[in-house]
């Protein structure tokens, strides 16, 4: 490379150029599911966040549309002022979407329009000439905890988000594992109670349609109607927004000593013990990371979840395995962004 | 390296010496689970096997004894006439029973004595001065099919012995994947039956007591002794040996019209879908490799496992992913022991 070429004069920044990276910056971008909330955030190669744009929107957008939108959020947080002269080598974009993660794909997005295999990453990569990486919001959320939170020194470890939905990211040997069809991590359609009820996918028995913060809520919902004391509970607790009620509360209301809400509560934790069970018994990951909505219930969840599952673990040692709260919280997906980029560097 | 060294001169062999091997041996050995049958393979560098040994004994051997027949047995297998000056570079062993991989150590033997803790692979290495390493007969028997059977191509693949235990071998990337204490691939001890039978490790509800081919077995023998025409079909099927009645016999009976037969060995089908379906969406392998006893009934596994598996897994293309037969048969383990030897040259 000529090193005589002026700072403020970028190099071209193409993915077939090899460098090792000792000066720039990376993105991060996250597309939430719905394509409802936009972030894009600028680090440094330390994955330390410089600036962060962020955008939320009042209907869904559509997949063109994004891109457009992301097109020009980039140039927001790329100024030259910002730069200095400086590069941005990486985008890491992760989507709450399935997505074809080696061709760069978005394969489709629920309750948005536009978005069946929408190649991201080369539209991406065409607009603003960055070479650039795409993964869904579990698998990239699995690589952020690892790199800059609660897997820290970990190769391979799980992350469950129990969110609207239910996906789990794999980090095998330090980088995320796709398996043969990049379909891996599909823990939330996994069978554990085939009479349970309904998933969203429309098959029964899934974890998904048992513990998913959408689950839990209207599992909740449904039965309390037949408890005036349970109503009443719920009417406190949400301040009287019952229809909004969030699955934290759900959990609260159980601690305050509501039955039909512990009866609820109990259920989702039960089948969520299973599954984390036979997810260590077959993968034995050096730590089980627990993120999304229904993590926010705190010790109200980790506690009785890990009196449930350990039992049910097969062990060598007496060691148990390590079921934790993601330590980044509702920045995981974003981070693990980031993450993605940087590994690429 | 002097290569004016005459070659029947043997060089000195140890694990600190980098070799970039163009000829030599590597050996194989594999001692089943009980450590009642010991068999040593000697293998060129293309995994072809040039010459084997076995020995089947009438009790199970312990630890000791195992170690000292295994030093004898590799000499014979590794007589001078044999190698004619060429070097064994690597030993592979896979054992039926739980180890400690990283550290090359047994960690017991069921239905045997001292095995516990037994440091084989550092036992063997200093007794017969080649490297060795040590692994799970699944492990090697997934590595056997992914090297030289049926998961030739494949990348990422998980192996599932069903035999008188359940295990799976999970390869990723190309290698074996252990999990962060060892202990991966215990699918067998999964929950997908939470008011099933007990399993032989004293919990409820594990694949493993559903569906092994001693858990299909026992439960057949179990149920037909209220059913005259079912025990009179065991008696037909088995030359009158219903005592020694292996599982694809009770397939056969089951396929011959047997109604008892069909409902024990389609509640094992079920569960073993289900469980195969769970493992297909979260580790998307690139196949499903079926061995071990239960593995033998053939067509009369295959066809409704594959048919009552599918409809569960989620696939992002309409390929459904693979359940297919072990090429190696019982040959797999042993070969996958060679493999073991082969990747660490």
């Known amino acids: ?63 063109p549309g994004a891109v457009q939108l992301l097109q020009e959020m980039i140039a927001e947080v790329c100024s030259p002022e910002r730069l200095k002269g400086s590069r941005v080598l990486r985008c890491g974009i992760a989507v709450g979407a399935p997505v074809d993660a080696r061709r760069g794909v978005v394969r489709t997005m629920y309750r948005a329009e536009g978005w069946d295999h929408l190649p991201l990453k080369d539209l991406i990569e065409q607009r603003c000439s960055i070479p650039t990486i795409l993964d869904n919001d579990a698998n990239a959320a699995a690589l952020g905890e690892a790199t800059f939170g ?139 990371i627990i993120g999304g909505a229904v993590a926010l219930a705190g010790d109200l969840l980790f506690g009785p979840l890990r009196q449930m599952a350990l039992p049910l673990c097969l062990r060598a040692s007496t060691e148990p395995v390590r079921i934790v709260p993601s330590a980044l919280g509702s920045d995981a997906t974003l981070r693990g962004a980031v993450a993605l980029a940087l590994q690429d560097v």
């Not at 719920?234 to 301040?239: M, Q």
């Open 150 to 288: 609660a897997g820290v020194g970990e190769r391979n470890l799980v992350y469950v988000g129990l969110g609207r939905g239910i996906g789990a990211g794999i980090v095998i040997n330090g980088t995320i594992y796709h398996g043969a069809g990049t379909m891996a991590g599909e823990i939330g359609h996994t069978v554990v109670k085939e009479d349970g009820p309904l998933c969203p996918c429309g098959r029964r028995g899934h974890l998904e349609g048992i513990a998913s913060a959408q689950a839990i809520v209207r599992t909740m919902i449904g039965v309390s109607v037949e408890y005036p004391q349970t109503e009443e509970a719920i009417r406190r607790v949400t301040g009287g927004r019952a229809e909004a009620m969030t699955v934290d509360e759900v959990f609260r209301i159980a601690s305050e000593g509501d039955s039909v809400a512990q009866g609820v509560v109990n259920e989702a934790l039960h089948y969520l013990a299973i599954s984390l069970a036979n997810l260590s018994n077959l993968l034995d990951p050096g730590v089980i």
């Open 1 to 63: 490379m000529n090193q005589t070429r002026p700072e403020h004069e970028p190099l071209p920044n193409h993915s077939h150029i090899t460098v090792l990276a000792t000066q720039g910056y990376v993105l991060g971008v996250e597309i939430s599911s719905g394509g409802m909330r936009l972030s894009v955030a600028l680090a440094d190669l330390q994955g330390q966040v410089i600036y962060q744009a962020r955008r939320r929107l009042s209907a869904p957008l559509d997949g």
